[in-house]
């Protein structure tokens, strides 16, 4: 029920996704166990922070990495706080304690080198699926765009005028996105050429084969493709992309 609750505040008052609200639910249900394999007389509101350490430890031992703990650590101090918040008055036994150092990972990304011999010399093919492709690939690149952002912008996000392009993010937070006129001029011939295949000018973006909008699978395929011609880093993923945006734009 506690759970439960907590869950559903997550859900509809501070717009967590999907995803997060499996990994919460899932990191509660573990401490769950965890307390009743201990005592099945202990229950969240009489655990203690030795507890709380224990369950740290045992994670540790069976190998979890140091984000994933960190993460666990964080959903039973909101659910704490949550709790707290609607009447249960009890202390929250994980409120100090610090989860382990994670390690940091260098960012990969692809040289600025690379990138500019894709978009200037390598051939995407004719016909609107290959004008989508490198427009999807140069709009990553010059806006540093997340991948689910890129999947949900509607031509109406797309402001010539203004030159800003309206993107929604984490939690739906939208945003104004700015481009430059080299990045105008790439939207104004993919636009006219998706006009000329769809016979409209509204809806999504970006299309499918089947003319839909176009999926994530399909979006990781195609920069998979096109940064296999002018890259050998081992990850080819629309996130490298962003992190290939973040360096170009810190070197110049």
Request: hydrophobic share 40%.
């Amino acid at each position: 029920m506690f759970i439960g609750s907590f869950i559903g505040y997550l859900k509809t008052e501070r717009n967590y996704s999907l995803h997060t609200l499996r990994a919460y639910e899932g990191d509660l249900r573990s401490f769950e166990s965890f307390l009743s394999r201990i005592d099945e007389s202990i229950d969240f509101f009489s655990a203690d922070l030795d507890l709380v350490r224990s369950w740290v430890s045992e994670l540790m031992d069976a190998g979890a990495a140091p984000s994933s703990v960190c993460r666990k650590l964080s959903a039973l101090r909101s659910f704490y706080a949550y709790q707290r918040s609607n009447g249960v008055g009890v202390d929250n036994p994980a409120a100090t304690l610090q989860g382990p150092k994670r390690r940091k990972k260098l960012p990969v990304f692809v040289k600025e080198e690379d990138m500019n011999r894709l978009i200037d010399e390598v051939s995407f093919g004719e016909g609107y699926a290959a004008c989508r492709d490198r427009m999807i690939i140069v709009l990553f690149y010059e806006t540093g765009i997340r991948l689910s952002e890129l999947i949900g912008l509607d031509i109406a996000d797309v402001d010539m005028g203004a030159s800003v392009i309206k993107v929604t993010g984490k939690r739906n937070k939208q945003r104004v996105v700015p481009f430059a006129a080299e990045l105008k001029r790439e939207l104004e011939n993919y636009l006219e050429v998706r006009a000329e295949v769809t016979g409209g000018s509204g809806g999504a973006l970006f299309l499918s084969s089947r003319g839909g909008r176009i999926g994530q699978s399909a979006v990781y395929r195609i920069v998979k493709k096109q940064l296999s011609e002018v890259t050998s880093v081992k990850k080819k993923s629309p996130h490298v992309l962003r992190h290939s945006f973040a360096t170009a734009m810190l070197n110049n």
